[in-house]
């Protein structure tokens, strides 16, 4: 099939469209020619935008033709500004375009790339309302507008677009604020930066840099250690996210070579390298070598500098009226707030339903009365937001999680000035499901309050660790870094199967079951997926779907979680409308309106964080932008938040969730929990993830396994190992 050229612009989006990374077009020729159809996947083009394409014949479908590439045609005629600003940007009048283009001309356009940053400029001549529309008209013909303003040199267009990598260069010229050829900049810069220093997709960055040695006919950055360095930092960030810190030099070593297909002789002479010249960290254990990413190893070592710091501060003076809400705590309860009143760090490990709660509303109560100020002097933090929610309406007490406090997005980058300035009051956090917090975003709370006095951490030492580095709550009680109370008396009074159950696989015991309380279910192999649907239809009639979820531990699979949600959705939501399609691990996945999902994601912004579970409400449609708006609704105790998603931001953040992870769940508690165990993932089902799925539920626990995978028998294998994951806690302690 011989490829074909045209010239001319897309006029309409049959199916699909750019928020779908699929379309399907009316492309008109600028020749005069019939229009023709053309199917797009991944890179959609722009409507209205003079392009040159080039395209070949569908085999699949004959009415329609495949879209291979598409190239800007730069636009070198001179353009009105005045009219084009009153012609095409919603509420720009005449006076108001006359005004912009006296004072900015074309560059208002990168003015609104940070209307924050430039606001005060702006809003020497525009309203609010004509920012923001400047903004969203940019943002919407993002293409077209550069190509009038020609921002980067022809070469640059042609480069990118012709090898797909429209979005990349997107990326570069929102971060990159420069008319310099980005081909040019990093034929003598290393284009490995952009992943180091701007965080970029590690496989976007390197086809980039193939690419350009290509380019240039050299080989300048296939072989370099830049690309080697940044494939090792890949990796390392990737196998952080097992907690561990230290990483085995020969795993790196082994998926390095996969990628890179360098020879053996060459990698160990790299990696060398890397070690001598402190690219990253390196420690030797016995007989097996390790290597920390030097960030990491940072921030470990502030962590513990800071626990040392604190611990060594003149203890807060807090007074307590011993008084008939005091006298109604447990013994151990009474410990555990002594020890937060006489020491400047302690911490709280217990089981769900061992007033871990109680306790934290008693804390609160006490710095209230001692004058101190919640969300200026003090702070109740968790790591979710479903967390802050549940702790928030069980003490009547404004809480945040860590990301709101320090206002900051899914890469917890940077905190801006005015945050850090207001931190600085900050006394006392005192830090719920603290099992759940990683180094990574610890160091960021800790490095943030400078004036720190006093901190409590409370948690379940049982549950599973934080996905990413370390194992915070085991190592600080481990190595007697804090004053540590564990709380063993359960107050729960209802069902009390579930507390015995989940308490027998703490202590390595046989678990109890009782009917309608724990049930264990062994389904047919080839109906699980049925069975455990009903399943869950039926705990939906007894609960209602506000309370009951379904957990698992994987995605994959015939009965991973997407195979679940998908199988669910059919029984409990067969009619609604589908407002969008998406397809993850070769699934199609459907969302509908009422659908339950859950967000993946912060948006600081919204107020609402990764684990929120909310329902799609509405799609709102706009003919004249050609855009889809999905609306989910999200409630915070007695709040509704209704949040607007675009088509990618809803690709990227939003999942169904009838059933999730168990990782996900962790930190939240409901009715009727259901717990899948997957036998193709049963290297995956540990001691701490059972028992945090089973210690999630309030009223009825089941078990559903299927015959060829005994429930108790992965119990028995399971006590015996214990997960193990390596830290530079030690070896920083020792003062190695």
């Not at 020729?29 to 159809?37: E, F, L």
């Not at 061992?354 to 804390?363: A, M, P, Q, V």
């Not at 919204?606 to 609306?631: A, R, S, W």
């Amino acid at each position: 099939m011989s490829s074909q050229k045209l010239k001319g612009s897309f006029v309409k989006f049959l199916k699909g469209g750019k928020g779908s990374n699929w379309a399907l077009l009316m492309f008109k020729p600028d020749n005069g020619s019939k229009t023709i159809v053309l199917y797009a996947r991944n890179n959609v083009p722009n409507l209205y935008v003079q392009y040159e394409i080039s395209f070949k014949s569908n085999s699949k479908y004959s009415h329609n033709k495949l879209l291979e590439s598409y190239i800007p045609i730069a636009n070198t005629q001179d353009i009105n500004w005045e009219e084009y600003f009153f012609k095409h940007v919603p509420s720009i009048g005449k006076t108001t375009a006359k005004k912009v283009n006296e004072k900015w001309g074309n560059e208002i356009f990168n003015l609104v790339k940070d209307t924050k940053q430039n606001y005060a400029e702006l809003s020497e001549i525009l309203s609010d309302r004509q920012i923001e529309s400047f903004k969203n008209y940019y943002e919407q013909n993002t293409h077209q507008v550069d190509s009038l303003m020609i921002l980067n040199s022809e070469n640059d267009i042609k480069f990118f677009y012709s090898n797909s990598m429209q979005s990349f260069y997107e990326k570069l010229l929102n971060l990159i604020k420069t008319k310099e050829s980005f081909i040019e900049m990093f034929q003598v810069k290393s284009p490995y930066s952009l992943y180091f220093d701007y965080e970029l997709d590690l496989s976007d960055v390197d086809r980039f840099a193939l690419l350009l040695d290509s380019t240039y006919q050299n080989d300048k950055n296939q072989f370099s250690n830049d690309r080697f360095e940044a494939y090792v930092d890949f990796l390392l960030k990737d196998k952080e996210s097992n907690n561990s810190t230290l990483i085995n030099i020969a795993e790196v070593a082994k998926d390095v070579a996969g990628i890179l297909n360098f020879e053996k002789e060459d990698i160990i002479e790299r990696f060398k390298f890397l070690i001598a010249h402190k690219k990253v960290r390196f420690r030797q254990v016995g007989e097996i070598s390790y290597l920390t990413r030097n960030s990491t190893y940072e921030k470990e070592k502030l962590i513990l500098s800071k626990i040392t710091q604190i611990n060594s501060k003149k203890s807060m003076n807090l007074n307590c009226n011993i008084s008939e809400e005091f006298n109604t705590l447990s013994n151990e309860q009474k410990d555990a707030f002594l020890n937060f009143l006489n020491f400047n760090i302690s911490v709280v490990s217990g089981g769900p339903g061992t007033g871990k709660s109680y306790l934290i509303k008693f804390i609160n109560k006490t710095l209230q009365e001692n004058g101190l100020e919640n969300l200026k002097d003090y702070y109740i933090l968790t790591p979710t937001g479903r967390a802050s929610s549940n702790i928030s309406l069980k003490i009547n007490e404004q809480c945040k999680t860590i990301h709101s406090m320090l206002r900051i997005d899914k890469n917890e980058r940077g905190i801006n000035e005015e945050t850090l300035e207001a931190l600085k009051e900050v006394k006392v956090v005192v830090v719920d499901e603290f099992s759940m917090v990683n180094v990574n975003i610890f160091s960021k709370l800790l490095s943030s309050c400078p004036n720190l006095e006093k901190i409590i951490l409370i948690g379940d030492v049982e549950q599973l660790p934080a996905i990413g580095p370390g194992n915070l709550l085991e190592e600080i009680i481990s190595f007697n870094l804090a004053k540590t109370t564990f709380l063993e008396k359960n107050f729960r009074t209802e069902s009390k199967e579930i507390v015995q159950h989940f308490s027998a696989i703490k202590y390595n015991q046989l678990p109890v079951f009782k009917k309608s309380i724990v049930d264990l279910y062994q389904f047919n192999s080839n109906t699980f997926l049925s069975d455990i649907t009903n399943l869950f239809l039926e705990e939906v009639k007894k609960f209602s779907l506000d309370n009951v979820i379904l957990l698992a531990p994987s995605y994959k699979g015939s009965v991973g979680i997407t195979n679940l949600n998908n199988e669910i959705q059919k029984q409990l939501n067969p009619n609604s409308e589908i407002i969008y399609t998406i397809k993850k691990f070769q699934d199609e996945i459907n969302f509908k309106i009422g659908d339950r999902v859950i967000q993946l994601e912060n948006r600081v912004a919204d107020d609402i964080y990764n684990g929120d579970i909310g329902y799609i409400k509405g799609l709102i449609i706009d003919n004249n932008k050609k855009t889809k708006t999905i609306v989910v609704e999200f409630k915070r105790n007695a709040n509704v938040i209704n949040v607007k998603y675009s088509e990618m931001e809803f690709r990227e953040q939003i999942n169904l969730a009838y059933a999730i992870t168990v990782h996900k769940f962790q930190g939240s508690e409901t009715d009727s929990v259901i717990f899948a165990i997957n036998p193709q993932y049963k290297f995956m089902t540990t001691k701490k993830l059972i028992y945090t799925a089973t210690s999630r539920a309030i009223r009825h626990l089941s078990i559903a396994t299927n015959v060829n995978c005994d429930y108790l028998e992965i119990l028995v294998e399971n006590s015996a190992n214990k997960e193990n994951i390596l830290t530079n806690f030690r070896y920083i302690l020792q003062g190695e």
